[in-house]
Structures are given as C-alpha cells and as structure tokens.
C-alpha cells in the first residue's frame, strides 16, 4: 500500500508542475492540499473588511434602532437586496461542498428538488405568507401565542432553538475545515476568529446589516461557483460530455418511481419528502419569514417568496448538481475516493479544485472565500432570528416600559450569546461523518414539528391547544428516536450506505490498489443484517414523518377536548380556506389591511409614538386577546 501511495504521488507531481505561481502544493497521507498565497489572503481579508464595515455602518451611523428597526428593517427594505439575502442564508458549505460530493457518490436526483422548490414558492405564497404578513410580527411563534396559548408558543420556540443549534455548527465546522486546509491554521483557532467577525457584525448591525453583507458575499460565493464548474467543463470537453459519461454510468437515473421510504432520494423520496423539508424550512421559518415581512407590501414580499426560491435557490441548486456530474466525469476512471488521494466525499470538491485550478492566480483563495461566504451568511441570519425569537419569546415579557427602550442592546447581547454556543457545538461536529446527511436529519427532527404546529393553527380552525402542544411534543419526541437510532446504527455499521459504482482503469498500476480500496468504497445493503426497517427510512422524509404526526395526533386530541371558545380569529387562519369554513362564525376581529400595514416610525426611538401608531395600537390589541384566551384555556 505504501508503495501504492508513493506511485500516486509520484504520478500526480508530474501531472501538477511544482512551480505554481500561487497555491503551493503539499500532500499529507496522499491528499493534496493548497496553501494560501497574498492574493489568496487579500481575497479573504476584502471579505471580512466589507462585513464588518457594513455592520459598523448600520449599527453606528444609521438611524437608531428598536426591535422592529432591528428585526425587520422597519419593512422599508428592496425586494432584490432581500431576495439575495435569502439565497445566500441558504446557500451554506453544505450546498456547495456536500452536494456536488453527494451528486458525485449518489448521483444526480438531488436536482429534483428544483420541482419541490417550485411546490413550496406557491404554498408558501397562498397558503402561509397571508397570515404572517397581515399580523406582521416579529417572531413567527408570536403567531401561536395568538393562535394557541403561551404554552405551545413556548415550545415551539424551544424546537426552533434546537433546529438552529443542530445546523450551525454543520454550517460553520466545513467552511473552518476548508480554511484550516488552506492556510495551516489549527481548526480550533480558525472558528472563534471567524465566527467572531461574523457575531459582531449580525450583533450590532441588526437585518439591514445582514442583508447587504449577505448580497455582497453572496456575489462572491456566485463568483467561485461560476469559475470552478466553468473550468471543469472545459477539462472534460463540455457540458454534453459530462451528461453522457453520468449516464452511462447511471448517475441520471431521475425517474425512479418506485416508492420506497428506505431508497436514499428517489423521485418520490425528493418530490415529497424534501418538498415538506424544505416548506418546514421556509413557510414557517423565523429566518426565511423576517426577510419575507422586511418589504413594504404583499405583493413585494410575494415576489421576494418567488425569487427566492422557485428562481435563486433553483439556480444554486443546480450550479452544484452540475458540479458534482462535472467532478465524475473528470474521475470516472480513476475515483479520488478509492485510490486514497482523498479521505472522505467532504475532501472531493476541495481536491477537484485543486486539480483544475491550481495554476490560476488566486482562484483557489476564491474557492475558499466563496465557502465561507456562504456559511457566514447561513450563520448570520440563523443568529440574527434565534436572537428575535428568543427576545420576543422569553426576554421582552420580563422587560419593564424603561428596559424597552433598549431593546436592541438585548438583542444584540442575545446575538452574542447565542453565536458563543453555536462557535463551541462546532468542536463536536469534526467527530461526526456524512455532512449533507446530518444537515438535513438533525434540524429534521424539530422542522417537523414545527410546520406541523403551524400548518394545524393556520388550515384547521377546529384544532385546539391541547391538540397543538402535545401533537408537537409526540411528534418531535418520535423523530428524536427515529434519527439517534438511525445515526447510531449507522456509527456500528449495522446500517451502510450504497454508493454508486466507481472505477479506477484509469489510473496508475490500479492492478496494485484498485481492487482492495474500492471494496472499502462500495458499501452494498445486502451486506447488512435484518435490522428494523423504521430506521432505513431516508433522511428526507424525517420532516415529513414529523408533520404527519403533529397533524394527524393535534387534530385527534382536539376533537376528543373541548372545541376552543371565543371562535378562532378569521385572520389567524389562511384565506385558501375561507370557502370552506362558516365566516359568520370565524370572524375578522383585528381589522388590518392584507397589502399594506402602515407603520410610519420614522422617530422610532421614541416609544410613545411606537404606542400611538396604529400598528402598534393593533398589535397591543392582539396581544391582549391572545392573552385572555389563554388564561381562559389555561383556568
């Protein structure tokens, strides 16, 4: 094996000139690595300078600011700085180095997730954004207090908060390990630098701040994506050779329509299984729903819901997909993975990088800062809305009127606090395997849950707060069971993946190592013993399970106890489903305007004109019948 090794090396040196102008090269264990040169550094050192600039500006020279100033940008923000934002809050590490990984390994059917994202722009527009927008909160789970009582608001928040504690140190672990990579730096002095810079420009800057820092990294990340996928198709003659060779190789088989819950991602396990995904991480999301009301209509934020997803993330999703078909055409005949020159599928894009462009001044520093880029946007708007709820849930009640005035120092404490946690979770994370998987499975277990409990407040009028909170509870107490016993039958090698078949022809003396490594490589099912099937489950479908059983177990509870008494507001629940309800019965009690809430606060630091402002006068309103009725249900 050894001499297996020193033959690859030898091979790969003379394939890779020594002198390169810009990335110095150096192989550890048979895995290529690129060192950070000045241009690289003044890349990377632009990026941060811009972000804590735009930080510094909003939070210093800008007007001052109060919760709705800070959450929501007051709702004066464009629709295209808000639509970038998204994007890039969504466009992590895990979007642009797990996914071209798993394309590579699993092939290409993650690209139907475009058709769920379609699916989820047009129920999250009908069906879920009327009713954010008209009561125009500041934390989405204000909405459940209103809808339920404080006790399944509560809950919920505690779910959101274990959703965003379960993805941000995914999000910020592979951009740290990339860097780490490049430059030599200890991972465990990489994080806190960098996610420090990230903490305080979110923590003093507030919404605005993030989404303009958000719309130039994001512009930088596009950048590195663009540049990468353009070189590779160069090497391996074009985008229809790259399609030919992913066929031929059965990495295009997208219209698999068996249905089978246990089949990684075929077309049913991606329609409908990541559709509810990705409407749990959407529809009801603090973060997605903060950027959704920081416009100043309905029709603004409808076409911030559009943009966003059935277009911007379309168009990520695809570059990546695309990427990783490029990557497998350039290694069909000699897998990275098998021959030792990477340690795992996390290594294959960064490797691939390397291999096409290497020699390009600077671009690999791109690379990097497009990665990191990314995340930090994913990490900034995670910080910036478990900050809002946590505030309006926990923290806003124990403030008396002279505290409220300071509002925005809580808040950013908050930031603080909450992106100390997040930085000392990533420690844990480089033990763990399978990124794209655990990114998707761990928030899973509480994404469910939560578009349950919303979807049951928002379609079904009959439903209770019994039926919410213990529907909610049983629901993530189930999926909780669901994805510890899958992830730890997967640690014992009970449960292994089934990679698609890789080859290595094409490399040198692969007669030597070809055979032993891609045994290592290729993991078949039958191979496992007869374990419970529950928990071959593909990981997909843990947000859908989750919100089945929220529904189906609140709406059970709800019709076995008392029906809620006063009726449930009209406009708490969604208008595609006024024709099928008695509207004498659910009356509109709030008397707000769907396309435009005006909230004229332009002295917003005086409080007494936030009190008199019809916005507030309507939402105090709110507040105390949300109140009474809860202590009604509650006594």
Same mark, same amino acid.
């Given at each position: 094996?050894?001499?297996?090794?020193?033959?690859?090396?030898?091979?790969?040196?003379?394939?890779?000139? $020594?002198?390169?102008?810009?990335?110095?090269?150096?192989?550890?264990?048979?895995?290529?690595?690129?060192?950070?040169?000045? /241009?690289?550094?003044? =890349?990377?050192?632009?990026?941060?300078?811009?972000?804590? +600039?735009?930080?510094?500006?909003?939070?210093?020279?800008?007007?001052?600011?109060?919760? !709705?100033? /800070?959450?929501?940008?007051?709702?004066?923000?464009?629709?295209?700085?808000?639509?970038?934002?998204?994007?890039?809050?969504?466009?992590?590490?895990?979007?642009?180095?797990?996914?071209?990984?798993?394309?590579?390994?699993?092939?290409?059917? /993650?690209?139907?997730?475009?058709? %769920?994202?379609?699916?989820?722009?047009?129920?999250? *527009?009908?069906?879920?954004?009327?009713?954010?927008?008209?009561?125009?909160?500041?934390?989405?789970?204000?909405?459940?207090?209103?809808?339920?009582?404080?006790?399944?608001?509560?809950?919920?928040?505690?779910?959101?908060?274990?959703?965003?504690?379960?993805?941000?140190?995914?999000?910020?672990?592979?951009?740290?390990?990339?860097?780490?990579?490049?430059?030599?730096?200890?991972?465990?002095?990489?994080?806190?630098?960098?996610?420090?810079?990230?903490?305080?420009?979110?923590?003093?800057?507030?919404?605005?701040?993030?989404?303009?820092?958000?719309?130039?990294?994001?512009?930088?990340? #596009?950048?590195?994506?663009?540049? =990468?996928?353009?070189?590779?198709?160069?090497?391996?003659?074009?985008?229809?050779?790259?399609?030919?060779?992913?066929?031929?190789?059965?990495?295009?088989?997208?219209?698999?329509?068996?249905?089978?819950?246990?089949?990684?991602?075929?077309?049913?396990? #991606?329609?409908?299984?990541?559709?509810?995904?990705?409407?749990?991480?959407?529809?009801?999301?603090?973060?997605?729903?903060?950027?959704?009301?920081?416009?100043?209509?309905?029709?603004?934020?409808?076409?911030?819901?559009?943009?966003?997803?059935?277009?911007? #993330?379309?168009?990520?999703?695809? *570059? %990546?997909?695309?990427?990783?078909?490029?990557?497998?055409? @350039?290694?069909?005949?000699?897998?990275?993975?098998?021959?030792?020159?990477?340690?795992?599928?996390?290594?294959?894009?960064?490797?691939?990088?390397?291999?096409?462009?290497?020699?390009?001044?600077?671009?690999?520093?791109?690379?990097?800062?497009?990665?990191?880029?990314?995340?930090?946007?994913?990490?900034?708007?995670?910080?910036?809305?478990?900050?809002?709820?946590? /505030?309006?849930?926990?923290?806003?009640?124990?403030?008396?009127?002279?505290?409220?005035?300071? $509002?925005?120092?809580?808040?950013?404490?908050?930031?603080?606090?909450?992106?100390?946690?997040?930085?000392?979770?990533?420690?844990?994370?480089?033990?763990?395997?399978?990124?794209? %998987?655990?990114?998707?499975?761990?928030?899973?277990?509480?994404?469910?849950?939560?578009?349950?409990? +919303?979807?049951?407040?928002?379609?079904?009028?009959?439903?209770?707060?019994?039926?919410?909170?213990?529907?909610?509870?049983?629901?993530?107490?189930?999926?909780?069971?669901?994805?510890?016993?899958?992830?730890?039958?997967?640690?014992?090698?009970?449960?292994?993946?089934?990679?698609?078949?890789?080859?290595?022809?094409?490399?040198?003396?692969?007669?030597?190592?070809?055979?032993?490594?891609?045994?290592?490589? =290729?993991?078949?099912?039958?191979?496992?013993?007869? =374990?419970? %099937?529950?928990?071959?489950?593909?990981?997909?479908?843990?947000?859908?399970?989750?919100?089945?059983?929220?529904?189906?177990?609140?709406?059970?509870?709800?019709?076995?106890?008392?029906?809620?008494?006063?009726?449930?507001?009209?406009?708490?629940?969604?208008?595609?489903?006024?024709?099928?309800?008695?509207?004498?019965?659910?009356?509109?009690?709030?008397?707000?305007?769907?396309?435009?809430?005006?909230?004229?606060?332009?002295?917003?630091?005086?409080?007494?004109? !936030? !009190?008199?402002? @019809?916005?507030?006068?309507? !939402?105090?309103?709110?507040?105390?019948?949300?109140?009474?009725?809860?202590?009604?249900?509650?006594?």
């Amino acid at each position: 094996m050894e001499n297996s090794t020193s033959n690859i090396l030898q091979h790969v040196s003379t394939v890779l000139p $020594s002198a390169t102008p810009i990335s110095t090269m150096n192989f550890t264990h048979g895995v290529e690595q690129f060192i950070f040169s000045w /241009y690289d550094y003044v =890349i990377f050192s632009f990026l941060l300078s811009v972000s804590l +600039f735009v930080g510094i500006y909003f939070g210093c020279c800008g007007k001052k600011q109060n919760a !709705r100033e /800070y959450l929501l940008a007051g709702g004066k923000l464009k629709v295209l700085p808000v639509v970038i934002s998204s994007v890039a809050s969504h466009t992590s590490g895990l979007t642009l180095l797990a996914l071209p990984a798993e394309v590579y390994s699993f092939g290409a059917n /993650y690209w139907l997730s475009a058709i %769920s994202l379609w699916i989820v722009t047009f129920i999250t *527009i009908y069906i879920y954004l009327p009713v954010f927008y008209k009561l125009q909160l500041t934390s989405t789970y204000e909405y459940l207090g209103l809808r339920f009582d404080k006790k399944t608001r509560k809950l919920a928040s505690v779910m959101f908060t274990i959703s965003v504690f379960s993805l941000v140190p995914i999000v910020t672990y592979i951009p740290s390990m990339a860097f780490s990579t490049a430059t030599g730096m200890n991972i465990r002095i990489v994080t806190p630098i960098i996610c420090g810079i990230c903490i305080f420009y979110t923590s003093i800057g507030g919404l605005k701040a993030l989404v303009w820092s958000d719309s130039l990294q994001f512009s930088l990340t #596009m950048g590195a994506l663009l540049a =990468i996928l353009g070189l590779g198709l160069n090497k391996v003659n074009g985008l229809s050779e790259a399609l030919k060779i992913a066929a031929d190789n059965g990495r295009l088989n997208l219209l698999d329509f068996q249905f089978d819950l246990t089949k990684r991602d075929c077309f049913w396990t #991606m329609v409908i299984g990541f559709t509810i995904h990705w409407l749990s991480a959407t529809a009801v999301n603090q973060g997605c729903v903060q950027k959704f009301l920081a416009v100043g209509t309905l029709r603004e934020s409808k076409m911030v819901v559009f943009f966003y997803c059935a277009v911007g #993330m379309v168009i990520v999703k695809t *570059i %990546s997909v695309l990427t990783g078909l490029v990557m497998y055409a @350039k290694y069909s005949t000699c897998d990275p993975l098998s021959t030792g020159q990477v340690r795992h599928g996390n290594e294959m894009l960064p490797h691939f990088v390397l291999d096409v462009a290497g020699k390009v001044p600077g671009l690999p520093g791109l690379f990097i800062a497009g990665v990191f880029c990314a995340s930090l946007s994913s990490l900034s708007s995670n910080l910036n809305s478990l900050a809002g709820t946590l /505030y309006e849930d926990f923290v806003k009640s124990r403030l008396n009127p002279k505290c409220m005035k300071k $509002s925005s120092f809580f808040l950013k404490l908050l930031v603080v606090i909450v992106g100390t946690i997040g930085t000392a979770l990533v420690y844990g994370v480089e033990h763990l395997g399978g990124l794209l %998987s655990l990114g998707i499975s761990a928030p899973g277990i509480a994404l469910g849950a939560l578009l349950g409990v +919303f979807t049951l407040g928002i379609l079904f009028p009959r439903a209770n707060s019994e039926g919410a909170f213990y529907g909610s509870l049983i629901s993530i107490i189930t999926n909780m069971v669901l994805v510890f016993g899958a992830y730890y039958l997967k640690t014992q090698k009970v449960i292994r993946a089934v990679y698609k078949p890789v080859s290595v022809e094409g490399c040198l003396n692969n007669t030597t190592f070809g055979p032993v490594l891609m045994q290592s490589h =290729i993991s078949p099912e039958e191979h496992s013993p007869i =374990i419970l %099937s529950v928990f071959k489950i593909s990981f997909y479908w843990y947000s859908c399970i989750g919100t089945c059983i929220c529904i189906c177990t609140g709406l059970l509870i709800s019709y076995l106890t008392k029906e809620q008494d006063p009726p449930v507001a009209r406009e708490l629940l969604s208008p595609a489903i006024y024709g099928f309800i008695d509207l004498e019965k659910y009356i509109d009690r709030m008397d707000l305007d769907y396309d435009k809430v005006s909230d004229d606060l332009d002295s917003e630091d005086k409080l007494l004109e !936030r !009190r008199l402002s @019809k916005w507030e006068e309507n !939402r105090q309103e709110r507040l105390r019948k949300a109140s009474y009725i809860s202590d009604q249900i509650e006594s």
